[in-house]
């Protein structure tokens, strides 16, 4: 199945997280608890969120196209992946649950 490694991930305010992509088509955007498969900024009015857009990737390489998030507070931030089916598949996770 479709999964972050690792989906749960711990970090300090002011660290960058780097997310990096395997083949063949996937993103990394922002959601909100209990709603892991909506952007972020749908879930509720003045919300800001982050995609990745689609990166696609045909092989697997030492170098992979990456993205990165800033972690600006401690609150928890949660992801998923917005390549069709992906999230219901269970590709989503969290920065400091």
Same mark, same amino acid.
């Given at each position: 199945g479709h999964s972050f490694d690792p989906?749960? %991930?711990?970090? !300090? $305010? =002011?660290? %960058? $997280?780097e997310?990096?992509?395997y083949? #063949? !088509?996937?993103? $990394? $955007?922002r959601s909100a608890y209990k709603q892991p498969c %909506?952007? @972020?900024? @749908?879930?509720?009015? =003045?919300r800001v969120g982050f995609w990745s857009g689609f990166?696609?990737? #045909?092989?697997?390489t030492t170098n992979p196209p990456k993205f990165e998030?800033?972690?600006?507070d401690?609150?928890? %931030?949660f992801f998923y992946c917005s390549a069709p089916g992906a999230c219901l598949d269970g590709m989503i996770g969290v920065i400091n649950a």
């Open positions: 989906n749960d %991930i711990k970090a !300090n $305010v =002011g660290d %960058i $997280v997310f990096r992509f083949p #063949q !088509n996937h993103s $990394v $955007v %909506i952007p @972020y900024e @749908y879930t509720a009015p =003045g990166v696609p990737t #045909q092989l697997v998030v800033r972690v600006n401690s609150e928890p %931030i």
